[in-house]
């Protein structure tokens, strides 16, 4: 109980998620307390379930059904039981105690009735709980070694019909039959544990393609069919390393369920894990098969994961490249991939002679990977070759002309100490653009924005001009000009105001004052500020009816 304080709730669960608890302190109900477990429901955007677990080895804990609980976090509904209950701390330890009292009392009375009266009662739960008669059902089947009966019962526990309308499980009743589908699960480690591993196999095997058919209609948005996929795969691995099947046969079941026979996305098996199930013979049939598949289909996706995947562990880089160089992508994506791998098994020489590669055969370079294009280019800074860099910086530039490729052609161009001609030769394709089109590339005349990145206002003013630009760049031109061209700026800042005083809202509004000021500073500096005083009355007299503006600009003084 010592664990159990606001400042351990607050520990748990961080700072945000605490002051967000306590705005639920209404909307807990149900509280139940026991020896050492409290639970309750958490109204929140759904009802959540929420357990906080009292005196445990590692202290105070906690679990909720809701999305961030599901990830393992103490989350706010959390908070909110944890904090409903301190606010009560003289009747938690009679509760306690009472729980614990009424477990012994039930104990007792179970341990005085006769076989006969337990089955009675037995029999009445089965009738009135259909979840437990399943559960009991299946344990009988597997005791009497009955596989076709636990087969059975296991397709009823997957079957969606239940909780299907039209065929398909709504997003509220997806917890429901995830919990019955985790009981099937559940029986089949359970036949693992009673000596029945073989068979668990078996079993596992058919439910995989049980739940993928039965994801298909499923509104699993919280992910709880992924977790119950996650323990089969994880049942089907034990199963196997408990009966120690025939390696060529599981062998070939690994590769079939690695390229789609299960395609389901949800129980993710993992050939590697079962090395030590497969031995020698198996882990190279495993190989044999999955090299087998991959020459019949090198550009399919599952054929390539899993020989990647086993080259990998096999430390065979050149079985890794082979497979990435028999579908080599166009933009030089591939390319990188393997100069990494390279560079990874320090083989510097081929890892540069594939990236310029990649380069050379991309059949455009406007839409070559730009990461390739960045991993040359740091490849030969550090051979110490700027020339090279420049080269490949101008080219990149030449086929995407785009601020950012001016910028790292200046970048490079300066490391090499030749910006001053590079500059004008790229300043002379972007002029080129910008009289061709007028408006240039998307997102506005890329001329406008490398001189303004340049500090060379005058000249980006100029192009401006001459070529056209969006009002972002002019709005950035006048501000960077105001000092020494205030006439012009101030001819933009007006220009820019009349669209806004026909438009509402608080971010209009800001941006509307922001030009007011800008105004104010030219006038100012025009010595003009009496123009200012009637522009500004004549605004507010027109605007007087939006009051938001009238208090920003009061707040301003404007």
Known sequence: ?????????KTLAGARSFERGRGYLDAVSGVEVGDGWITASVHGTERYEVELTLGGPGGLSGDCDCPYGLEGNFCKHLVALGLTVLARPESLPRQRKAARGRAQDLDGWLSARSKDELLTLVRELIGEDRQLRRRLELRAASARGDLAAVRARIRELLDIGPFAQYGYVEYADA??????????????????????????????????????QAVESVDDSDGWLGQVGAVLADAHLDACRAA??????????????????VDDGLTDVDPLDYEDVLGDEGMALLRKLAVEAWQGNRRGWAEKDLMERLAKAGGDVDAVIAVHAADLAPDGHTHLVIARE???????????S????????????????????????????????????????????????TLLTYQQLRAAARAADCWPAEREGALALLRADAGQRKQGWYGGPVLVDALLDDKDVDAAWQAATETGAHDRQWLTLSDQARATRPADALGVYLRLVEPLTKQTGNAIYEQLVSLLLSIRDCHRRLGSPEEFTGYVTALRSAQQRKRNLMRLMDEHRL
Not at 193 to 201: E, P
Not at 245 to 250: H, I, M, N, R
């Open 342 to 352: 390279l560079d990874t098994a320090r083989r510097p020489d081929e890892a540069l």
């Open 354 to 401: 594939w990236a310029e590669r990649g380069v050379r055969e991309a059949r455009d370079l406007a839409a070559v990977d730009t990461a390739l294009v960045d991993h040359l280019c740091d490849r030969y800074a550090q051979a110490d070759r700027p020339a090279d860099v420049v080269a490949l910086r101008r080219d990149h530039f030449g086929a995407r002309r």
């Open 1 to 9: 109980m010592r664990d159990f304080t606001e400042a351990s709730l």
């Open 175 to 212: 917890r429901a039959y995830a919990d019955q589908a985790g009981q099937a699960v559940s029986a089949i480690g359970a036949l693992t544990g009673s000596g029945r591993a073989a068979d668990a196999i078996i079993l596992a095997a058919e439910a995989m393609k049980l739940l993928a």
């Open 244 to 261: 120690r099947p025939d390696p060529g046969e599981l062998a070939r079941w690994l590769v079939g369920h690695a390229l789609g026979e």
